[in-house]
């Protein structure tokens, strides 16, 4: 049975996108049959991240409208097989996405794939609310900055009150905390809020951290997710990321300063 | 000695004002949670109805609402200042 994801957040530029390419790619590499669908209508920016910009024919609205096949909108992934993308529409409003329009297609997508995520537009307006609806479980990204956490909790009351779940009354979707653009040396510093802060205020699982790193604008600079790039840290931060999803228990890596040796103190050095 | 004293001073790191700050306001959202969205307005209003009366603050008033098996208790509590 298709698992449905949201990626979510309330805050705009916390990393939804990135963190969306970044874990669907990741499942793709695990063998799972994966599809990323985005939800941002009017403002679309999944395909430039995951570089498949210049193949966009039809989108998400097209579908939902009749416009278009299911499987002529859907863009197989160049890079790893078994991924999918389902691009937003450009020029359309978020009127366009009607509650039915979206059950419909996540019902024909549950049929052929295992994992839907759901890139969810910022805000908690239509977009957002329609993009976690139907969800299983949530990933609730989240920078270590006070208006984003805030912002993550008035998401986490939305997951328990506006969901398909929560009306019907059934299992609560599973909510997952993914803290993203994390500076171990800010934290040490006393200038950024400790992980262990986020989770004690925020109270639900930790799923992932994921450092500040260079690699990220790198990656969304190439339209290439940053999972692919094994060598970086947040690379490989989201592939333990991916496995901590499939249910593996896998060790936290990143959250601590690195001991700066004598000649990074003196040459500098920065995160790979 | 005033130098000594300046820096001696444990200036407060912007983390731990950050997560007090947040713990006030997390707290103050989740005891909203659930409500249903006519509750803003509905205190809003009654706070207007009290004051034709009454002269009170805009926090001397507290409502909840709270749901039990079969029926809903609406809690309204209000401070009346000395007369």
Redesign the interface.
Known sequence: MAKIIVVTSGKGGVGKTTSAAAISTGLALRGKKTVVIDFDVGLRNLDLIMGCERRVVYDLVNVIQGEAGLNQALIRDKRVENLFILPASQTRDKDALTQEGVEDVLTKLKEEFDYILCDSPAGIERGAQLAMYFADEAVVVTNP??SS??DS??IL?LL??KTRRAERSEDPIKEHLLVTRYNPER?T??????LD?IRE??AIDLLGLIPESEAVLRASNQGVPVTHDAASDAGQAYTDTVSRLLGEDVPLRFHEAQKKGILTRMFGGSRR | MKLMEFLKRERKKSASVAKERLQIIVAHQRSQRGQPDYMPMLERELLEVIRRYVHVDDDAIQISLDSEDNCSVLELNVTLPKS
């Open positions: 900055e006070v956490v805030r909790d008035r009351g328990a009150s934290v510093s006393g200038d950024m809020l400790t802060d205020i925020l």
